[in-house]
């Protein structure tokens, strides 16, 4: 299967690196690219000119109009291979046949900010993989938290109106520390579990390769002897589930809008792989009301330890796109591209998606036959009587586009089931038309509870930093008002911080969730810790030998380590160019520090940054004859090690991430 999107992608591929002559989009090849026509060097220029008129009509509409939400985007390929088969839950052929692997294209994304916006706002994440099977094209539209605001999709457009810019002065981008967003939360209070998890580290991911992947909602599972089990997809990180810290995201930011895009890019560029496990929470349909909650609430998740989540194969992103435009901009990703042996459930907020992406897709890609767009083809056969429309690019042969016919045999022909047509669940449904949201639905605070009870001391001080910062932000009538409606209801301690960092009200009465369950997969705290694709910065001044560059290269390298040197100036020691200064980065782009001096003193920018590294609980390292004269931390803090005797203690605080006990 990957041979064949291969072979099909290679012929949709302009290569432009090749020789080739400058035409017009006609193949008329062109003796001027430089000059229009003009009667006379100083004349008029001359409409008869088409290559002019040409070039101008296609630049003026090389724009299409950005998603709404998740315009910021990251595409990358790769496959996905299954561990074993799923066949006692679903019959879907991807799911059942062990060892098999399956072409996929994945888009990360932020979701709030335009496409020109930064990498790393507190913001979800998307996490949309589409899968090219034999079958026809399945598409997993996954986020970052497990989550979502709302538990019914007609509240979908007021949310995003909520969370954009304020619409009487498009202030702020990207950002949800505004009023609108506060006042729709306190007025929307099912929106208070996800709001822990955007306030919450899991809100800037340190890589999008080091981010856990949630399909939200719940759908089902159909085997071949028509069996449904409900389902909850879940993509786990080979690297673990990090973040930095929101000072850390703000300077970033302005060091490098790119960074989390560029991280990626570059790893995969250079033999890393971006990888993640599919694990499945699985619940039988007739267990669908055993749990405290209602399975199909959106704003709610299946603790790991009550439902454990099964990993059943391995996605490895492994090639980067040719051309953004092609690729990330025109993928269309869409719930109801299922497969047979997926299906959906009643899930409110799933049956609104199923029809927006859709929807989206014809104005944004120009029409309804965004389907033949390469990035979107499937790659097995497809074939209907779906006809025309703008940007039809298939020659369709036949007299006949009607079902049924005779004149064409009746073909394209419906498959039975047996022979691989796709059947909707035959699931019993009853009730009178109301406008309503069930009674299990209106619990909007436990899980909140349970969340906040699940985080380590750091991760919780976050979390109460950035209530404060985004509540810091509004109006005073809008802090106590989601003082009141939210944060009261959820956590007294948290109230009472807040209340006091922001100069809000606090509610008189306590009325905080009384609900003492925790679920330590929610702790970041509780993942994996690995060295690879961790970047170090090494600060050395001009008089440290070439020796000590590459010796001190190789032993970071030989570990898994990335590596840059950094000094006041590109300049060479020995025959080795340094490869940044101190204005081309900054401490916050790397995982770690090391400084490394000879005779000479530290400058103001190396302190600067190692300051702030020390203050962001980085992993510092030093070596030759530096001095701590200048730097408020010495040899022997927590995270501070000779690398010259304790390597080993360095890369260890490197693996961890952070020092959080410093």
């Not at 080979?238 to 960074?259: C, P, R, Y």
């Not at 209530?467 to 959820?490: A, P, T, Y």
Request: charged letters at 25%; glycine letters at 6%; aromatic letters at 10%.
């Amino acid at each position: 299967m990957s041979k064949k999107k291969d072979e099909l992608r290679q012929r949709d591929t302009i290569d432009n690196t090749k020789e080739a002559p400058l035409t017009t989009n006609q193949g008329l090849p062109m003796s001027e690219d430089e000059f229009s026509l003009k009667a006379g060097e100083r004349g008029p220029t001359l409409m008869e000119d088409f290559h002019l008129r040409e070039k101008i009509t296609h630049f003026d509409h090389e724009r299409i109009p950005e998603r709404v939400v998740h315009a910021r985007g990251f595409g990358v390929h790769g496959e996905f291979e299954l561990y074993e088969s799923l066949e006692k839950y679903t019959k879907a052929k991807f799911l059942t046949e062990p060892g098999k692997k399956t072409p996929v294209f994945t888009r990360f994304s932020t979701v709030a900010g335009n496409r020109g916006s930064m990498d790393i706002p507190r913001d979800v994440r998307g996490f949309a993989t589409k899968f090219y099977t034999d079958e026809g094209n399945y598409d997993l539209v996954a986020n970052n938290m497990p989550v979502f605001f709302m538990q019914d999709a007609i509240k979908f457009p007021d949310m995003v109106h909520a969370v954009k810019p304020e619409p009487h002065n498009e202030i702020p981008q990207a950002a949800s520390a505004h009023n609108t967003f506060w006042d729709w939360v306190a007025t929307n209070t099912e929106s208070a579990h996800m709001v822990m998890w955007l306030m919450s580290d899991r809100a800037l991911p340190r890589s999008y390769s080091m981010m856990e992947g949630f399909g939200v909602n719940t759908f089902r599972l159909v085997n071949a002897e028509g069996k449904s089990h409900f389902v909850k997809f879940h993509w786990k990180p080979l690297e673990g589930t990090h973040s930095v810290l929101w000072d850390e995201a703000q300077l970033i930011n302005g060091k490098n809008i790119d960074f989390n895009r560029q991280t990626i890019w570059e790893n995969i560029e250079n033999g890393h792989p971006a990888e993640f496990e599919l694990g499945l929470q699985v619940i039988p349909e007739e267990d669908e009301f055993e749990m405290d909650f209602d399975i199909l609430d959106p704003t709610k998740l299946w603790p790991e330890e009550d439902v454990p989540v099964q990993i059943v194969g391995k996605l490895s992103l492994n090639q980067n796109v040719d051309n953004y435009f092609a690729e990330t901009e025109q993928v269309a990703f869409h719930p109801g591209h299922v497969v047979p042996g997926i299906d959906f459930s009643n899930d409110p907020l799933l049956q609104g998606r199923l029809f927006s992406y859709t929807d989206t897709q014809l104005i944004r890609l120009g029409g309804p036959n965004f389907h033949q767009i390469p990035i979107n083809r499937p790659i097995c056969p497809f074939s209907n009587n779906q006809r025309d429309g703008y940007h039809q690019s298939y020659i369709h042969k036949g007299g006949t586009a009607h079902h049924k016919n005779h004149m064409n045999n009746n073909q394209p022909e419906p498959l039975s089931p047996e022979k691989g047509g796709y059947e909707h669940y035959n699931e019993k449904v009853e009730g009178r038309k109301v406008r309503a949201r069930s009674d299990s639905f209106k619990d909007h605070f436990s899980q909140a509870k349970m969340f906040l009870n699940s985080l380590s001391d750091p991760e919780k001080q976050h979390l109460y930093d950035a209530f404060s910062f985004e509540l810091g932000k509004c109006d005073m009538e809008i802090r106590n008002l989601v003082l009141k409606e939210l944060i009261n209801k959820i956590d007294r301690d948290l109230a009472e911080y807040v209340a006091d960092q922001t100069g809000a009200e606090l509610p008189a009465e306590n009325e905080e969730s009384t609900y003492g369950k925790s679920s330590p997969a929610l702790s970041m705290m509780n993942t994996d810790f690995l060295l690879k694709t961790r970047t170090v910065g090494v600060i050395v001044t001009p008089d440290v030998t070439e020796d000590t560059l590459d010796e001190t290269r190789s032993k970071l390298e030989d570990k898994g380590l990335q590596v840059k040197f950094i000094s006041d100036k590109m300049h060479k020691i020995g025959n080795t160019v340094l490869d940044e200064t101190f204005d081309t980065v900054h401490s916050v782009l790397f995982d770690s520090m090391i400084v490394i001096t000879g005779e000479s003193e530290l400058p103001a920018p190396a302190i600067e940054q190692l300051e702030i590294a020390y203050k962001h609980k980085k992993a510092i390292g030093f070596g030759g004859n530096v001095s701590f004269d200048k730097l408020s931390f010495s040899d022997g803090e927590k995270g501070v090690s000779n690398i010259e005797t304790d390597l080993d203690i360095f890369l260890d605080d490197v693996k961890h991430h952070r020092v959080w006990d410093r």
